[in-house]
């Protein structure tokens, strides 16, 4: 046997003794309602829907602060707030996020922002020892010509998409970030990567909203304005996966009961959607009835986006809200806090 293949197999064995140790050294945990719990960025679409599952289930020791009472950026004072308060579990949803448009506009300050934020914080959370800790990937920074569907391995097997690059780079470092304090510390630290989320408290300005939120107001005007047709980009062809922002939610709370591995693990819901499909689902929710007219001179962007969520659906998590009844809350949630905006 040539001596490469024998240091491989010997690499390949201190790899699976590691792995043993982690596993039967690792802090089991179980979140008690008497736990202190910290969401940060709790005011965000994805923080406040894991905040209000967190009370429906009955936790109810929550650290919640507010940009202007914790600037998270500030490794000083993110670093006091964690050894006076002391967490037992801290779930990371703060972020600094735009559309194709601001990411392409400030790139340096989406790369700056999101990686203090997520560095300060999973620093702070090493220090003082937390119990377990969560942060929040994108599948937006998965490489631009990933093979579909999308599975984890995939991350850093290619560049991200060039007009989300300061943001991924940032959101990678995380995940990175994360992984090596659980090789490193054995910190149960861990990370999800989910997939295209919408729903309450989501964003509907124009100028940085997804296309769910866009197309509800687009479809929403056009209906009040009596207009005939509402006029959309590309072709209607590209598939899509979306994933209601309480089914987020509740696959972080269950991932940090279930879940123990240095990788990230993805969360979607495995159905697809056209742009076209997506289109007409929310013009009926909406009550539109006019024309949908596709401006093939715009991008499509990628023809397919989907994450391979087999190992999260492996462990017992699967998604509960259905699109249509997704797409209904979402335009009632626009109805009652967004029509004037």
Partial sequence: MQLSEELNLYIVHLDELRKTYMKYNSREVSMENTDKIYVAGHTGMVGSSIVRHLQKSGYHNLLLRTHSELDLTDQQATKIFFEQERPDYVFI?????GGIQANSTFPADFLYVNLMINAN???AAHEVGVKKLLALGSSCIYPKFAEQ???EEALLDGKPEPTNEGYAIAKISALELVKFF????NDPFISCMPTNIYGENDNFDLQGSHVIPAMIRKFHT???EGADSVTLWGTGSPLREFLYVDDLADACVFLMENYDEEGHINIGSD?????????EEIASVVGFNGELIYDAEKPDG???RLVDSTRVHELGWQHKVELREGLERSYQYFLNNCIDK
């Fill in 182 to 185: 659980h090789l490193q510390y």
């Fill in 121 to 123: 914080i999973i620093h």
């Fill in 93 to 97: 949803a703060a972020a600094k996020v």
């Fill in 149 to 151: 569907p999308i599975h």
């Fill in 271 to 279: 159905e697809e959607v056209s742009m076209k499909e997506l289109a």
């Fill in 302 to 304: 990628a023809p397919r």
């Fill in 222 to 224: 056009a209906k009040v």
